[in-house]
């Protein structure tokens, strides 16, 4: 069974503050999304990396694909509340299959 | 602008009572899925469906079945509700395969099965 693992699974942090969230595996995916998911509602799917080494960014967000397509990270710059929510990562496998982590939850303080 | 829609919202049964969810989508999608979410868990696939008339299994479909009798609709019984099955289901659709087309997710159906 393939494992996607999320850390840290909860991070509370103030407004202004940066944070790196983390997704890791010991299986190669082909691309790599991140979701983010709010309270009550679906994921809406924020970027997909297709490259290793590929670095995207939407605006204070930070999104890099590890060179060997097996991780990836999220970068948040100058952290705001309407950047809570829960935030999932899910990789396409060798067998065209989306595996899913766990989501890390992340809450702003005003 | 609805995008996907499921319903109920919410929902209250029975064990062994059995319900149906349904999914519709006003995007013109091929593909459409099932998943369920339960905490400190990813996503889990239930069944998915690659076009009007075609379901095909997932990574945890026993205990639930589908039909995609219309293209805009996918639908998911449960014939005989369990404790376990007690989830938030969401539907997503796409118009392509996940490799290469995002998916788009409805506000889910939060099952409770006492």
């Known amino acids: 069974t393939q494992l996607l693992e999320q850390s840290p699974q909860f991070l509370s942090i103030q407004e202004g503050e940066n944070l790196t969230v983390y997704c890791n595996s010991s299986s190669v995916f082909s691309s790599l999304q991140w979701y983010r998911q709010e309270p009550g509602e679906g994921p809406v799917l924020l970027v997909t990396?297709?490259?290793g080494g590929e670095v995207k960014k939407l605006k204070r967000l930070t999104f890099q694909f590890g060179d060997a397509r097996k991780d990836s990270s999220l970068h948040i710059t100058a952290a705001q509340p309407g950047d809570t929510g829960l935030y999932l990562c899910?990789?396409?496998?060798?067998?065209?299959?989306?595996?899913w982590g766990a989501g890390t939850k992340l809450i702003i303080k005003p | 602008n609805a995008g996907v829609t499921q319903t109920p919202k919410f929902r209250v049964l029975k064990t062994g009572q059995s319900m149906t969810l349904l999914c519709a989508q006003d995007m013109n999608h091929e593909y459409m899925y099932w998943y369920r979410q339960d905490p400190g868990m990813g996503l889990r696939l239930i069944h998915y469906s690659v076009g009007e008339g075609t379901t095909a299994k997932g990574e945890v479909p026993d205990g639930y079945n589908v039909s995609r009798l219309k293209k805009q609709n996918f639908l998911l019984g449960l014939e005989s509700a369990a404790p376990s099955q007690t989830s938030v289901y969401f539907c997503?659709?796409?118009?392509?395969?996940?490799?290469?087309?995002?998916?788009?997710f409805g506000d889910g159906t939060r099952l409770s099965i006492l």
């Open positions: 990396v297709v490259t």
């Open positions: 997503a659709s796409s118009s392509g395969d996940i490799t290469n087309q995002p998916q788009h």
């Open positions: 899910a990789g396409v496998d060798s067998n065209y299959q989306l595996i």
